[in-house]
């Protein structure tokens, strides 16, 4: 069984920052691909950013500045830096992995998701 985590939500003013987490566990043989996507009230679920075990990062054109996304591999974790926030990123975010419990089979997974509200 493998769970993901997420923390570091909550609510923050316009322009300021958050950082959220999101930890792996279970019985966790490799970690691939690790991502995070948002959804907003009556909207679909879009992505952020992705990283993967190397440390190549993709995001979504409208966070490229704002948003980093980093893991610390040892720790089957993975964190968005979120800075200049603003009130069109409130969302319940969502972390996602590609995580295999076997060799070589890997299976996607997602967490329940941490609220970001961004609010003066």
């Known amino acids: 069984q493998v769970h993901l985590v997420e923390s570091g939500g909550g609510l923050v003013q316009p322009g300021g920052s958050l950082r959220l987490s999101c930890a792996a566990s279970?019985?966790?043989?490799?970690?691939?691909?690790m991502g995070w996507y948002r959804q907003a009230p009556g909207k679909q679920r879009e992505l952020v950013a992705t990283?993967?075990?190397?440390?190549?990062?993709d995001y979504e054109d409208s966070m490229k500045g704002r948003f980093t996304i980093s893991r610390d591999n040892a720790k089957n974790t993975v964190y968005l830096q979120m800075n200049s926030l603003k009130p069109e990123d409130t969302a319940v975010y969502l972390c996602?992995?590609?995580?295999?419990?076997?060799?070589?089979?890997?299976?996607?997974?997602w967490g329940q998701g941490t609220q970001v509200t961004v609010s003066s």
């Open positions: 996602n992995a590609d995580i295999s419990t076997i060799a070589p089979r890997y299976s996607n997974y």
């Open positions: 990283i993967t075990s190397g440390g190549s990062t």
């Open positions: 279970g019985s966790i043989f490799s970690i691939r691909a």
